[in-house]
């Protein structure tokens, strides 16, 4: 499989897709200012492949001949494998702090997901589940980078669903469907090769909203509309907003003919209920690796302030340095344990467990918001009055503190307010509060999905109302 290079990701993105920001058609996304930043730090990562430094990282040598290809869609089948998987995608987050969520290795491990799924839905249909390992192929043959929706735009809770204009299909004479709606935060869209449509397992869910396919972002009748950009002022006040803004967009498709071999599922509520299942794992392993990496980015911006401003004497800020330290590697020990306990698929590919990533996923969302909490108590007013570089010659306006030099203290200073105040701060605190769904509905598919059998069984009999003795609970035996 051929690799990319950065420069390669670049040219093909000049080929007149339709994307819209400010009420303005882009003529040229490559062009666009308020797109750069992401497309070069998307296009350093591909030219991490071609680093002799990085080359065990990003790349493996495949059959006899020995050629390589990239590890962003290597499929998993080993303990192994998956922590080759979580040093790339560490490496990767590292790249921007953790604050691109939807960076070219992400989205492969959710067409991975539905590639392990194809199994069960060609026991239904065998043509979509060859259409998913062809395209699978594609991707990977291409190393595409890719998009990927499944959010539909808010809308009134109390109408049905199958009453709401959400995305939806009608069949075609030649096997293929066309698509007419919208589908909201398709990360990166606009700057990506092609997106994947995957539609939730939700109540009420039509039949002909229920429906799994891809298309290159430049495809007849689809058009991407940006939200705002996040970017206040120059670049240069803004480390993170200035380069790492993955734009969100709207995907809006109107009677996009999507041929028969892209259609992945189509018109089987139940179908897409069992894809779903475990079409995400990867995903929330990618998750929370990534958000350990962005907790040490919290921390070394907190522990460098809080040492120019000396307050490492005080006890409340070493609870608070501490308090992100804990949230860091209790996230890292949640990976750490789901890559111990692999899960083997049918499939034959080896799947971090499951249940342990929900849970860790459930916790780095409810305890997130502490990060920017202890960042903005350790900093005080210097994450707002922090000056930027038109007033960086102003000595009465120098960053406060000692320790290092001025312009070392501006520039972390303004990685605070990009962290903790900005608007990159804002969507970011809003990516990972409802990134990989809502935090209340996946407490309720956890639950619901839990079993109850051995916990009930240890309180009984311990309880003396069950058939089992009070020494023999379940306890787990240690194997040699």
């Known amino acids: 499989m051929p690799l990319r ?77 998956i922590r080759l998987r979580g040093a790339l995608i560490d490496h990767v987050a590292r790249m921007s702090g953790g604050t691109m969520g939807r960076t070219p290795e992400y989205v492969p491990l959710v067409l991975i997901g539905l590639l392990d799924a194809a199994g069960g839905i060609a026991k239904k249909n065998a043509d979509w589940a060859q259409n998913i390992a062809r395209y699978y192929e594609h991707c990977r043959g291409g190393d595409l980078f890719l998009s990927h929706s499944f959010a539909d735009r808010q809308v009134d809770r109390a109408t049905e669903s199958k009453k709401i204009s959400h995305l939806s299909y009608v069949p075609m004479k030649d096997g293929g469907i066309q698509v007419s709606g919208i589908k909201a935060a398709a990360t990166s869209a606009p700057i990506a090769d092609e997106i994947i449509v995957l539609t939730p397992p939700r109540n009420g869910l039509a039949p002909h909203q229920a429906v799994f396919f891809a298309v290159p ?138 249940r342990i990533l929900a849970v860790g996923h459930m916790y780095a969302v409810e305890h997130h918001h502490r990060l920017r909490e202890s960042l903005v108590g350790i900093a005080g007013q210097s994450v707002l009055m922090s000056p930027g570089v038109a007033d960086a010659e102003a000595p009465e306006l120098a960053a406060p503190g000692h320790g290092g030099n001025d312009d070392e203290r501006r520039r972390v200073f303004r990685l605070a307010w990009d962290l903790a105040a900005s608007a990159f701060a804002g969507r970011q605190y809003m990516f990972e509060v409802f990134n990989g769904r809502d935090l209340t509905r996946n407490r309720t598919a956890f639950f619901e999905r839990f079993d109850l059998k051995a916990s009930q069984t240890l309180a009984l009999a311990l309880a003396g109302a069950g058939a089992k003795r009070a020494d023999d609970t379940g306890a787990a035996v240690i194997r040699g």
């Open 5 to 81: 290079r950065g420069d390669q990701y670049k040219a093909g993105l000049d080929d007149g897709r339709d994307v819209q920001l400010l009420g303005r058609k882009v003529p040229a996304v490559v062009r666009e200012p308020v797109l750069s930043g992401a497309i070069d730090a998307v296009a350093q990562i591909y030219d991490r492949q071609f680093d002799p430094q990085f080359a065990e990282l990003f790349t493996l040598a495949e059959g006899e001949s020995g050629s390589l290809s990239g590890r962003m869609y290597q499929i998993p089948r080993s303990e192994h494998d």
């Open 217 to 354: 972002t430049k495809t007849e009748g689809l058009r991407f509309v940006c939200r705002q950009p996040l970017l206040e002022g120059p670049a240069e006040d803004h480390p993170l907003g200035g380069r790492f803004d993955e734009m969100d967009a709207w995907a809006i498709f109107d009677k996009v003919n999507v041929p028969a071999e892209r259609v992945f599922v189509a018109g089987d509520v139940e179908l897409v209920a069992m894809a779903w299942r475990n079409l995400l794992t990867l995903a929330y392993y990618h998750i929370l690796v990534r958000s350990a990496v962005k907790a040490d980015l919290f921390l070394g911006t907190s522990s460098l302030i809080a040492g120019y401003l000396g307050l490492n004497a005080f006890q409340g800020i070493r609870e608070s340095l501490a308090d992100i330290a804990r949230y860091g590697e209790t996230i890292r020990a949640f990976a750490r344990a789901a890559e111990a306990d692999v899960i083997m698929t049918r499939a034959g590919m080896a799947m971090p467990n499951p």
